[in-house]
């Protein structure tokens, strides 16, 4: 029998990423779609049925071909009912989506949180392959995690287990996203450290990035790593509290789950891990019990944006018992 490949989609706020994957050839197709800013959860799913669709027509693929289409959903989902609870970046509330989806397709339609999704696809086909406990953390916009206890995915009472960029760093820290104040994201994610070199600039400080400051550019990963390249003391400083921070975090959940490996991806440990990663290690090291730290390493993910695309096998394994 020919090798079956699985369709994994990523569901963005402003489009739709679907990729078609398989074990042996990996990405072999990828088709980016936009979605309509305005549209409500069925137009939504109109367009995921209509990706669907469009990435088989461009590679020749038929549904013989395809063992499911797996949904990376960014928001909580319980991936059994398939019912979204809450995805903001895509304005679905108490939402089925796998209902809505199957309704209009053939193949079997899976679903799962983006960032559960990113650990899998690490634990089964990237640094975290033999790996038992672990923890996969993405520091981005936001900061999210992944874990996998027991060689298994660990999603929770409510399927929101994970969510470390909500850890309480600072009491009286900045107001997060979810209404709480002083979250671990609010301190150690791309936008926490943009905010502080911003304010920076803003009270006088001289940076590489003034400019971008001034004209209101958004500060994306790239540009903190280009002013990191070239020694920007206001950026440099900034970073490296983050990595304070972010290794702090990661000692006291070693502390608690005793894990035996950490990975590390997102757009921002992406573009700095060289800088980065070693200063999470010295933090962690401050931090962390000697007992729990025996057995754990800290490594970069290296899957990039493909690591939730490859969890999609991993999660039709898991689903619908096969061995793809
Ligand atoms: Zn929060």
Not at 14 to 24: G, M, Q, R, W, Y
Not at 96 to 104: D, H, R, S
Request: net charge positive.
């Amino acid at each position: 029998m020919a090798l079956k490949s699985v369709i994994s989609i990523d569901m963005g706020g402003t489009k739709v990423l679907a990729s078609i994957i398989n074990k042996e050839e990996g990405i072999i197709a990828r088709l980016k779609v936009p979605t309509n800013p305005d549209s409500d959860g069925n137009s939504y799913v109109d367009t995921l049925a209509s990706t669907i669709n469009g990435i088989m027509d461009k590679s020749n693929m038929k549904e013989k071909h395809i063992e499911a289409v797996c949904l990376g959903v960014p928001g909580s989902v319980n991936p059994y009912t398939g019912v979204i609870d809450l995805a903001p970046n895509i304005g679905l509330k108490n939402f089925n989506i796998k209902e809505k989806l199957q309704n209009k397709i053939s193949l079997p339609v899976l679903v799962e949180n983006d960032v559960n999704l990113g650990a899998l696809g690490i634990k089964y086909f990237g640094v975290g392959k033999n790996a038992s406990d672990m923890l996969a953390v993405f520091i981005g916009t936001g900061i999210g995690g992944g874990l996998i206890l027991n060689g298994k995915i660990y999603r929770g009472s409510s399927f929101v287990a994970g969510e470390i960029g909500h850890i309480l760093v600072d009491k009286d820290g900045p107001v997060c996203g979810c209404g709480n104040r002083g979250c671990f994201e609010t301190i150690a994610s791309r936008t926490a450290v943009v905010n502080r070199i911003t304010d920076d600039i803003k009270n006088g400080k001289q940076s590489k990035l003034t400019a971008k400051v001034k004209s209101g550019q958004r500060i994306k990963s790239k540009a903190l790593s280009n002013a990191l390249e070239v020694g920007d003391k206001v950026v440099t400083k900034r970073i490296s509290e983050a990595c304070d921070v972010i290794g702090g975090v990661l000692a006291s959940q070693a502390n608690f789950m005793n894990f035996n490996l950490i990975v590390l991806g997102g757009g921002m440990i992406e573009a700095m891990d060289s800088f980065m990663i070693p200063r999470i290690r010295d933090a962690f090291n401050n931090h962390v019990l000697k007992a729990s730290a025996k057995d754990l390493k800290i490594v970069p993910s290296k899957l990039g944006d493909d690591a939730a695309i490859w969890g999609g096998i991993a999660l039709a394994e898991e689903f619908l018992g096969v061995e793809l």
